[in-house]
Structure formats: structure tokens, C-alpha cells
């Protein structure tokens, strides 16, 4: 088993993540530290006696389905593949071969059950027909499945297919990091003709000091502008005199 483990922190700086307590927080890191290089735990109970964990912050885990668990006790990290890629002539196969059967890898590298029936066999052919490839063992990559779609091509988990690229994101800002398109870019100096570039640095320098990432920074900027505008009307006071309605 690989010794090195990552985190992405589009997953554990999620609100979603931070509003859990710290000791389900703490019990999702060591799970994932102690999970093999497919994300399986066979242990949760030992980690959870280890770090000191009560049953509701495993609940709480799998509420919010950053588990997924199966009867035997066995539990999979969700979203391994986001967080860990590793190279196949280091990875070492799980044991859980039969609970691996019984999940698919969507399109955004995370983990599902397949529904009943559906489950890989152990020539890596789906009960369903569509052939799989040697990607992660003998899981199904969702949609895009390697033998149909790719032509046998290796496809690393949470890239695009070929041909369906999207637009290069350039950085802007004073901390080169607001990331627009080309065609974002046009759209924000159309709406925002006079302080289109006071916009970006104000979402920068945010960005910078807060440690927060977005994943679409026109939204964003549209969503700071109309909030705003809001503000702004709220402040204004009414006219309270003859003098004040009629100038």
C-alpha cells in the first residue's frame, strides 16, 4: 500500500465538510490515511477507537456521503480518486474485489454503487454487456467507459474525454487568481464597461486573504454586483420633508 495520502480541498474546504463537527473531520482524515489504494477501509471501528470517534460522527459521515458502506462492514471513501491518484506500477490492488464490483467511477472521479444486478464480473465484463477497461482494477468509469469510449485509450480519472476540452482559463488579478476564459472575460467588460478590472482585483484580493476558491469567477463577480446594487438602494434614505421630495 502506497504510504503517501492527499486531500483535495475542494472537497474538505466545502461548507458541507466544515459544518461537520471537528471529530467527524478528524475521523474522515484518518479513515483516508488508513484506506488502501482504492479507498477501502476494513477497519473503521479500530480508527474509530483509535481517535477517540462516537458512532454519530461515522453517521454523520455517512449521512452526508463522504462513506460508502457495505454490509459486511467494509466502508470505500467516496471521493478517493479526487483526492488520490496513484500510478498503477505503485498502486497495490485491494482485497475488497468483491465490493469493488459493485461500484462505478463517475465522470467527476468520485465513487457510486451500482444499482443491483449491475455488478463488474471478474473478466471485467458488466453484468450489462459494456466492456470495461484496466482502469482502477475492474470499476466501471460511469459514462465514460474505456472500452466504448475511448477505444481502449487510459483515461485518468477527472480529465475530460478527448475532444471535449474545455476553454483555457487565464489568471488575472493582482494575485493571479481569478481564473476567466477568453469568452468570460468579454462578457465581464460588456456588462461592467468602467470598473471591470476594480471587479477582478476586488475578488482577488478576497480570494488571497480568505483562502477561498470559486469555480466560476464571472458568477461570482455578477453575484458581488447585484448584491451591491441591493445594498445600495437599502441605504438610501427617504425624503422626510417638502424640501427633500421636491428639491
Not at 448584491?227 to 424640501?243: F, G, L
Request: overall charge positive; hydrophobic content about 30%; aromatic content about 10%.
Amino acid at each position: 500500500m502506497a504510504q503517501r495520502r492527499m486531500f483535495s480541498n475542494t472537497i474538505t474546504d466545502s461548507d458541507l465538510f466544515m459544518d461537520m463537527p471537528k471529530s467527524a473531520q478528524l475521523l474522515y482524515f484518518h479513515l483516508n490515511m488508513h484506506a488502501d489504494d482504492d479507498g477501502f477501509v476494513g477497519n473503521t471501528k479500530s480508527i474509530m477507537r483509535m481517535t477517540g470517534s462516537s458512532d454519530d460522527d461515522l453517521k454523520i459521515l455517512l449521512a452526508k456521503q463522504y462513506l460508502i458502506p457495505f454490509e459486511n462492514g467494509v466502508t470505500v471513501i467516496k471521493d478517493w480518486h479526487i483526492h488520490n491518484y496513484i500510478r498503477s506500477d505503485r498502486k497495490h490492488p485491494t482485497k475488497y474485489t468483491s465490493e469493488l464490483k459493485q461500484l462505478e467511477l463517475n465522470e467527476d472521479a468520485s465513487y457510486s454503487k451500482l444499482p443491483f444486478g449491475s455488478q463488474v464480473s471478474t473478466n471485467g465484463q458488466p453484468n450489462d454487456g459494456h466492456l470495461v477497461g484496466n482502469c482502477h482494477t475492474e470499476v466501471r468509469l460511469g459514462k465514460d467507459r474505456l472500452g466504448k469510449d475511448s477505444k481502449g485509450k487510459y483515461i485518468e480519472p477527472g480529465k475530460p474525454k478527448p475532444g471535449k476540452a474545455k476553454p483555457a482559463r487565464h489568471k488575472y488579478g493582482q494575485y493571479q487568481n481569478v481564473l476567466l476564459t477568453d469568452e468570460q472575460l468579454a462578457k465581464l467588460k460588456s456588462e461592467f464597461p468602467k470598473d471591470w478590472q476594480d471587479r477582478i482585483e476586488r475578488v482577488s484580493g478576497y480570494v488571497q486573504s480568505s483562502g477561498k476558491h470559486y469555480k466560476d469567477y464571472l458568477a461570482t463577480i455578477r453575484n458581488w454586483a447585484k448584491r451591491d446594487q441591493q445594498s445600495n438602494q437599502s441605504n438610501k434614505v427617504a425624503p422626510q420633508t417638502r424640501e427633500d421630495w421636491f428639491g
